[in-house]
């Protein structure tokens, strides 16, 4: 992978997890009770946003974990802010755990892409002094 392309899967992938972070964020707000009905739009937005930007990522890398399954089956445990409020404390406890399962998976194939991308700066800068 050139770095240009890596460079811009990293940034895709940050602006990813930032999203990833969003939809804690509303099970949060499931949590207190307290959302409006413009929350439950934002929600579905960013489940959107999760859902494609998953494909437009796994085209690129190969990912075993979190798979595909797993995203999906998050995303499908939690259709509305006002479904997962409702929740018994244990199943949106459930929900908080896969989140953080794959919120995790994602910091650690970001962490994976960064040294690879620090590797190819590093031989592009030890490649200069190898030149004659």
Not at 3 to 24: A, G, M, R, S
Not at 28 to 57: C, G, H, T, Y
Not at 63 to 87: C, F, N, Q, W
Request: aromatic share 10%.
């Amino acid at each position: 992978m050139s770095n240009k392309k890596l460079d811009q899967l990293i940034l895709q992938l940050e602006n990813y997890i930032e999203v990833w972070k969003q939809f804690n964020n509303y099970i949060a707000l499931a949590r207190s009770k307290k959302f409006q009905p413009e929350d439950e739009n934002q929600f579905l937005e960013i489940k959107s946003v999760i859902a494609q930007e998953l494909e437009m990522i796994l085209a690129v890398i190969e990912s075993g974990t979190p798979s595909k399954e797993d995203v999906h089956s998050l995303i499908g445990s939690a259709p509305s802010i006002r479904y997962m409020s409702e929740l018994p404390e244990g199943s949106l406890r459930a929900i908080e755990n896969q989140w953080h399962k794959s919120f995790i998976s994602w910091q650690s194939i970001l962490g994976q892409l960064k040294v690879q991308q620090r590797a190819e700066e590093n031989k592009g800068f030890f490649s200069m002094f190898g030149k004659k």
